[in-house]
T-cell receptor
């Protein structure tokens, strides 16, 4: 089945550091990728939607200058948390889909990245 | 606007007992409905989905869900729970293929022996 690889799975870094998270679709071309954030004991909150070759669409309340999203190819999207602070600590999950198609899986989720800012 | 409500934050079920997790949605048209399971620190695994047709859908791991339009519900059921079913369960709704999903707040399932 389709696989989405998310890397790294866990990162711990100092406040002020920028952190890049990668989301790769391994065996299909993902025209659309989504980035979600999950707080402890909370639901997944959509942060942004990115389509290959175009600017990401951010949800209300998400700082686009803080969370930089790049979707340069059909198999790779990156989320960069710039100048991270402790309040950015969270579990970030990406998902990928083919625009206009769900097939057997509506979205293929990565395994998530646990970001801890000290 | 779409929304999903999972009324139960935490449920404890004895191993071998039956399970029902509730999900109510709000959406103007026929929604696409999903149930996902998440183990601690892990990503999401799709249990089952409803797009159209038979309102009783079968999923993996012995789960099933029934779509009831009149009640705007999509409850998840399992006849006999196993200890390995302890996890977080999310109901989600989608507007159309390829779009983002809206998730409920989740229900934590604990299984007692």
């Amino acid at each position: 089945g389709a696989v989405v690889s998310q890397h790294p799975s866990r990162v711990i870094c100092k406040s002020g550091t920028s952190v890049k998270i990668e989301c790769r679709s391994l065996d299909f071309q993902a025209t659309t990728m989504f980035w979600y954030r999950q707080f402890p004991k909370k639901s997944l909150m959509l942060m942004a939607t990115s389509n290959e070759g175009s600017k990401a669409t951010y949800e209300q309340g998400v700082e686009k200058d803080k969370f930089l999203i790049n979707h340069a190819s059909l198999t790779l999207s990156t989320l960069t948390v710039t100048s991270a602070h402790p309040e950015d600590s969270s579990f970030y999950i990406c998902s990928a889909s083919v625009q206009g198609s769900w097939g057997n899986q509506p979205q293929h989720f990565g395994d998530g990245t646990r970001l801890s800012i000290l | 606007a779409q929304s999903v409500t999972q009324p139960d934050i935490h449920i404890t079920v004895s191993e071998g007992a039956s399970l029902e997790l509730r999900c109510n949605y709000s959406y103007g048209a026929t929604p696409y409905l999903f149930w996902y399971v998440q183990s601690p620190g892990q990503g999401l695994q799709l249990l089952l989905k409803y797009f159209s047709g038979d309102t009783l859908v079968q999923g993996i791991k012995g789960f099933e869900a029934e779509f009831k339009r009149s009640q705007s519900s999509f409850n998840l059921r399992k006849p006999s729970v196993h200890w390995s079913d302890a996890a977080e369960y999310f109901c989600a709704v989608g507007a159309k293929a390829g779009t983002a999903l809206i998730f409920g707040k989740g229900t934590t399932l604990s299984v007692s022996s």
